[in-house]
């Protein structure tokens, strides 16, 4: 079977199909939205809260009350730039990503067009455009758009370069790669490993040390010059450094967890006399975890070290089981691309810079000890091209027993709108999956703006109207709509929780069936209320064969 590339990755001359394709993404998202989009997610709730106290002044504060360290800031940044035009925070995160997940559109057809052709480039782009999954966390809250996009930008700028020796590209790659770590703090690693690849590529072309350092230097640098100021920021908060701001709560985490404690436990337990508090209990100023270095990151690649086989394995049943991405016809695809459809020896840069990619993608999922589908999302950017290219192998092995058809008809044109059709199947295959899938699911974030309504409206506007009504629950959504900040009912027994409770002082508490498995009390709380007589029943839906809500006034 030949391959799929034609050997120059040059578009001939029509740039109207991507057009028409990038036209095509855009309404599909809009119409997503419009239909399927009724509430926020919970880290869309942190993202937005960022930007609406950085806009009002109030610093970099987000739904918990006090400092935020654990997400870095462009997103938030981005998000509150776009707010003066729409004036909501809400929307103008889903406009932030409704704009990345087009420009996923245009880099995966770029990079496709760079390593296989440009017919495939656009089978790619288009399959980018439909795909549910990609559509869905288009018009999402989520950081994961953005930062894809900037990743496979970077990737782009690094191909570009080993085309044409460009050094615009180098330094524009580098630069895409230190704005995505500003989005996700391990983009760092990516971008450190893609301007590796860049250095070996130019070390095995012109075997000179000198030049693969200076190009990799060029590279880095580019990415540096973005990271170092909030690399000096986070170690300024924690008094030393910090390259990122999560590894010390997640491996407080995962400590807790080695010890044998649940998951609830591990987040939310009181730790008693001498003992130390779940992390999330700690969340109102994240500075403190900030403090606490732990190991780190080395912890989970210790983890990853201990027991290797089972986290490759379990990464890979995970993902030949993620229906929302298309597994596994979508895998068997992107494999036949993969090995059959890339010309290895024509473009060894290109490969070079893909396997670097592949690598960094697959180490980030080793490394996570709890995989939701946005955590795939890196790989179905991969998926999308690697797929389209064996999508269009697959078609022109269909084509072959048909010479009078190839003869009436370019067999290029033929091939690519069989691909096209091929992956426009998996996509509607796809799509239950996608609506499915519990991070998308719009069900929850319909109740938990109706949940923030009920408070704000039984909280009304206090002699400070500055001051936000302090929730006790779970939920950060309704918190959100609230006007509200939110603090975590621990994990303890139900009379330690209640002391707890009194010494927050909050003004409302939110409890909902769905989440009866965070905290040993919910059940009964829900059933027969809180034996307190502090809490003052003001909202009850749902019965005890249904889905169970209820909001309580705290009167202390």
């Known amino acids: 079977?030949?391959?799929?590339?034609?050997?120059?990755?040059?578009?001939?001359?029509?740039?109207?199909?991507?057009?028409?394709?990038?036209?095509?993404?855009?309404?599909?998202?809009?119409?997503w939205w419009a239909a399927y989009v009724q509430g926020?997610?919970?880290?869309?709730?942190?993202?937005?809260?960022?930007?609406?106290?950085?806009?009002?002044?109030?610093?970099?504060?987000?739904?918990?009350g006090g400092p935020h360290v654990f997400f870095p800031p462009l997103f938030p940044w981005l998000i509150g730039a776009v707010s003066f035009v729409v004036h909501d925070f809400e929307?103008?995160?889903?406009?932030?990503?409704?704009?990345?997940?087009?420009?996923?559109?245009?880099?995966?057809?770029?990079?496709?067009?760079?390593?296989?052709?440009?017919?495939?480039?656009?089978?790619?782009?288009?399959?980018?455009?439909?795909?549910?999954?990609?559509v869905a966390f288009s018009v999402s809250a989520y950081v994961e758009p953005l930062y894809t996009f900037l990743v496979l930008t970077g990737t782009y700028g690094a191909m570009g370069f080993v085309q044409d020796r460009s050094r615009r590209s180098l330094m524009a790659s580098g630069v895409c790669w230190g704005l995505a770590y500003l989005t996700r703090p391990e983009a760092i690693v990516g971008g450190v490993m893609a301007a590796g690849c860049v250095a070996l590529f130019v070390?095995?072309?012109?075997?000179?040390?000198?030049?693969?350092?200076?190009?990799?230097?060029?590279?880095?640098?580019?990415?540096?010059?973005?990271?170092?100021?909030?690399?000096?920021?986070?170690?300024?908060?924690?008094?030393?450094?910090?390259?990122?701001?999560?590894?010390?709560?997640?491996?407080?985490?995962?400590?807790?967890?080695?010890?044998?404690?649940?998951?609830?436990?591990?987040?939310?337990?009181?730790?008693?006399?001498?003992?130390?508090?779940?992390?999330?209990?700690?969340?109102?100023?994240?500075?403190?975890?900030?403090a606490y270095s732990g190991s780190g990151g080395l912890n989970f690649l210790g983890s990853l070290l201990r027991e290797p086989l089972p986290r490759v394995k379990g990464t890979f049943l995970d993902l030949g089981r993620a229906r929302a991405l298309g597994s596994p016809w979508i895998l068997l695809l992107a494999a036949a691309g993969l090995l059959l459809g890339l010309s290895w020896r024509k473009k060894p840069g290109e490969s070079i810079v893909l396997v670097g990619l592949i690598f960094f993608f697959g180490l980030v999922l080793l490394l996570t000890e709890w995989r939701y589908l946005r955590y795939f999302f890196g790989t179905l950017s991969i998926l999308l091209f690697c797929s389209a290219a064996g999508s269009?192998?697959?078609?022109?092995?269909?084509?072959?027993?048909?010479?009078?058809?190839?003869?009436?008809?370019?067999?290029?044109?033929?091939?690519?709108?069989?691909?096209?059709?091929?992956?426009?199947?998996?996509?509607?295959?796809?799509?239950?999956?996608?609506?499915?899938?519990?991070?998308?699911?719009?069900?929850?974030?319909?109740?938990?703006?109706?949940?923030?309504?009920?408070?704000?409206?039984?909280?009304?506007?206090?002699?400070?109207?500055?001051?936000?009504?302090?929730?006790?629950?779970?939920?950060?959504?309704?918190?959100?709509?609230?006007?509200?900040?939110?603090?975590?009912?621990?994990?303890?027994?139900?009379?330690?929780?209640?002391?707890?409770?009194?010494?927050?002082?909050?003004?409302?508490?939110?409890?909902?069936?769905?989440?009866e498995n965070q905290v040993p009390y919910v059940s009964s709380w829900l059933e027969t209320g809180i034996p307190d007589s502090c809490a003052e029943l003001i909202f009850n839906a749902g019965t005890a064969s249904e889905q169970r809500t209820r909001i309580w006034r705290w009167t202390c």
């Open 1 to 31: 079977m030949s391959q799929v590339g034609d050997g120059s990755g040059r578009t001939p001359g029509r740039f109207w199909p991507l057009a028409a394709v990038l036209l095509m993404a855009l309404a599909i998202r809009i119409a």
């Open 40 to 64: 926020i997610n919970n880290e869309g709730v942190e993202y937005c809260r960022l930007a609406e106290n950085l806009i009002g002044g109030k610093g970099y504060v987000g739904i918990f």
């Open 91 to 134: 929307t103008s995160a889903r406009v932030v990503s409704l704009l990345s997940g087009c420009g996923i559109v245009w880099a995966v057809w770029g990079i496709s067009r760079r390593l296989f052709s440009a017919h495939v480039a656009i089978v790619a782009a288009v399959f980018a455009a439909i795909h549910p999954t990609l």
């Open 203 to 290: 070390y095995f072309r012109e075997r000179r040390l000198f030049s693969a350092a200076r190009s990799g230097a060029v590279m880095g640098g580019g990415m540096l010059l973005l990271c170092i100021p909030y690399v000096i920021w986070l170690s300024s908060s924690a008094g030393g450094f910090r390259w990122e701001g999560k590894s010390g709560a997640n491996s407080l985490i995962n400590e807790r967890v080695q010890q044998g404690m649940p998951y609830g436990e591990a987040t939310r337990g009181l730790g008693g006399e001498g003992g130390q508090d779940g992390p999330f209990l700690a969340l109102s100023d994240e500075r403190e975890l900030l």
């Open 392 to 515: 269009v192998l697959f078609a022109r092995a269909i084509l072959l027993p048909w010479r009078k058809l190839r003869d009436r008809a370019e067999p290029a044109s033929v091939s690519v709108v069989l691909a096209a059709l091929l992956l426009t199947g998996l996509s509607l295959r796809i799509l239950p999956a996608t609506l499915a899938e519990s991070e998308l699911n719009q069900e929850y974030s319909t109740q938990s703006r109706e949940l923030g309504q009920v408070i704000a409206s039984d909280h009304g506007p206090g002699p400070d109207p500055e001051a936000r009504p302090l929730i006790m629950g779970f939920g950060l959504a309704p918190a959100f709509y609230a006007g509200g900040t939110l603090a975590y009912l621990p994990y303890a027994e139900e009379s330690r929780a209640l002391e707890y409770v009194h010494g927050m002082t909050p003004d409302y508490l939110i409890l909902r069936t769905l989440e």
